[in-house]
């Protein structure tokens, strides 16, 4: 099992709708959860951090987060076309001194 | 501004050629890391320093080295380049050391191709 797990996507969505991008880790100690978004050709830059089971919400970006789940998910409300780009969910693990473990990335696509 | 640059963006070397890549940073950062992305496996840890004199082995580092003799630069050197180190590198840093809070910075990237 990989450490961390995102569906690769692409998912599609119009304009306008919820886009909920989903993502499963394997080290229950994991205390630190991050979202970045990528556009193609660029790097990566961070847009969400969580720490706390719930809900963290900023601007059209929400993240949730569930320990005893081992799962953390994006939704972005009111998806626009420049929304579209990779989201990478990381996870901080403890071991070996700290490090973050990036998830494969799910290709997000918005449509006009 | 602080930044953090990559040099070159573009590489393109032979099979068995030593290339070092180049990361510096301007923010005073303690951490630095190296980064692979391969299409269909997001960004892979190669290398990582938390501190001048300090390194750490990622998850696939084999192949390829690092040091820290200041804080600023982190390059990373390709002993003897394979066609299956083709890839795109990022770097980045973060402030402090094992916070588990901290937010990394990427540089811009280097697309290093091996034939």
């Known amino acids: 099992q990989k450490e961390v797990e995102q569906n690769s996507g692409p998912l599609s969505v119009p304009e306008g709708a919820i886009a909920s991008l989903n993502c499963t880790y394997s080290d229950r100690g994991s205390q630190s959860f991050f979202w970045y978004r990528q556009y193609s050709g660029k790097s990566p830059e961070l847009i969400m951090s969580?720490?706390?089971?719930g809900d963290k919400e900023d601007g059209r970006f929400t993240a949730q987060l569930n320990k005893a789940s081992q799962y953390v998910s994006l939704l972005i409300r009111d998806s626009q076309p420049s929304d579209s780009a990779t989201y990478l969910c990381a996870v901080f693990i403890y071991n070996q001194g700290g490090k973050l473990i990036f998830g494969q990335g799910t290709e997000l696509s918005v449509k006009p | 501004d602080a930044e953090i640059t990559q040099s070159p963006r573009h590489k393109i070397t032979e099979t068995g050629r030593q290339v070092t890549l180049a990361c510096h940073q301007t923010?005073?950062?303690?951490?630095m890391f190296w980064y692979r992305q391969d299409l269909g496996h997001g960004l892979r840890l190669i290398h990582y320093s938390y501190g001048v004199q300090d390194t750490n082995k990622g998850e696939v580092s084999d192949g390829y080295s690092v040091s820290r003799s200041n804080t600023e630069d982190l390059p990373l050197t390709l002993e003897s380049a394979a066609s299956s180190q083709t890839s795109v590198y990022f770097c980045?840093?973060?402030?402090?050391?094992?916070?588990?809070?901290?937010?990394?910075?990427f540089g811009p990237g280097t697309r290093l191709t091996v034939l």
């Open positions: 969580i720490y706390s089971n």
């Open positions: 980045a840093s973060s402030e402090s050391a094992g916070g588990g809070t901290d937010t990394q910075y």
């Open positions: 923010w005073n950062h303690n951490n």
